[in-house]
C-alpha cells in the first residue's frame, strides 16, 4: 500500500449567510386590505367619469354613469303602468266599499259584492306587482350608476366617457389605504414549511426596503394554481409609502434558526 503523504490540517469554517435564518417562500404583488375593482353587469356607453386617478371618494359616491337606454325605457314603461294600476285600484276600492255598504243595507246581493271584491283584489294585485317591478327596475339602475362602496382613493379607471361598458369588464378601481397585503405564489418544496401566523419579512424591491409582517391565509391546494400554493402575508404598520402594485419578495423566519457548519475530513 503506497503511502499518502502527511495528514492535512482540518479546519471549521462558518457559514454565514444574510438569510441564514429565513427561508425564500416566494413573491407577489403588493395590495391594499380594502380594495375592490367595480363593473356592471349591463351593456351601454360610458355617460360620465366624475372621478380621476388618485380622488380620494366618500362611501356612496357616484364612480362612473352608464346611458342605458333600454333600461330606461323599462322604467318609463313601469311608471305608466303603476299609474294605470292605481287609477283602476282606487276606483274598484271606491266601487268595493260602496257595495259593502249597499249590502248592509240589503240593497246588493252576495254575488254583486263578491264580484266587487274579487274586482278590488285584482286590482290591488296589478297595484303590488307593478310596484315591485318598479323595485326591480330601481335596483338594474345600481348597475348603471356605480357607487364607492367605501371611503377611499380611485386607483385606477379603465373606461373613458363615450366608450362602452360591457358586463363583467372593469370600469373602476377604489381602495382604502391603510393596511396592506402580499398575495404569493409558494412552491411545493416549500409548503410543508409553512404556518399561518408565521412571520415574514417582506422585501419591496422598487423601495430597497424590508417590511415585517405575517401569513394570514395559506391555501390547501395546488391544484388550480399551477401547481403552486397561495399564501397571503399581512403587512405591520410601516412608514413606507405608496407600496400598492409593487411586487415584494417573501421570506419566513425559521422556527429553530442556527447557523450551518461545514467540516472537510
Not at 68 to 73: C, I
Not at 85 to 112: H, I
Amino acid at each position: 500500500k503506497k503511502d499518502s503523504g502527511p495528514a492535512v490540517p482540518v479546519t471549521v469554517a462558518e457559514v454565514e449567510t444574510g438569510d441564514s435564518n429565513t427561508i425564500l417562500a416566494g413573491s407577489g404583488q403588493i395590495t391594499a386590505l380594502n380594495n375592490a375593482t367595480l363593473s356592471t353587469r349591463m351593456m351601454g356607453y360610458v355617460e360620465s367619469l366624475p372621478v380621476k386617478i388618485g380622488q380620494k371618494v366618500n362611501k356612496g359616491d357616484l364612480l362612473i354613469s352608464i346611458n342605458n337606454v333600454d333600461l330606461r325605457a323599462k322604467k318609463a314603461q313601469v311608471e305608466a303602468s303603476i299609474a294605470e294600476a292605481t287609477v283602476a285600484f282606487n276606483n274598484a276600492k271606491k266601487d268595493y266599499e260602496r257595495f259593502q255598504n249597499l249590502f248592509r243595507e240589503s240593497s246588493a246581493s252576495q254575488k254583486e259584492l263578491d264580484d266587487m271584491t274579487a274586482r278590488y283584489e285584482m286590482a290591488k294585485a296589478r297595484l303590488e306587482s307593478a310596484n315591485q317591478m318598479k323595485n326591480e327596475v330601481n335596483s338594474q339602475f345600481a348597475y348603471a350608476n356605480i357607487r364607492a362602496t367605501f371611503s377611499g382613493v380611485v386607483t385606477n379607471t379603465y373606461r373613458d366617457e363615450g366608450e362602452m361598458a360591457n358586463p363583467g369588464v372593469p370600469l373602476v378601481s377604489v381602495e382604502s389605504p391603510g393596511g396592506f397585503e402580499v398575495v404569493a405564489k409558494v412552491a411545493e418544496n416549500n409548503i410543508t414549511g409553512i404556518q399561518v401566523g408565521a412571520k415574514a419579512l417582506v422585501q419591496v424591491k422598487a423601495l430597497d426596503t424590508i417590511v415585517t409582517g405575517k401569513v394570514t391565509e395559506l391555501s390547501a391546494s395546488a391544484q388550480n394554481t399551477g401547481g403552486q400554493y397561495l399564501m397571503k402575508v399581512q403587512l405591520d404598520k410601516t412608514d413606507a409609502k405608496n407600496l400598492s402594485g409593487m411586487y415584494a419578495t417573501v421570506r419566513l423566519e425559521k422556527e429553530n434558526a442556527h447557523n450551518e457548519k461545514t467540516k472537510d475530513t
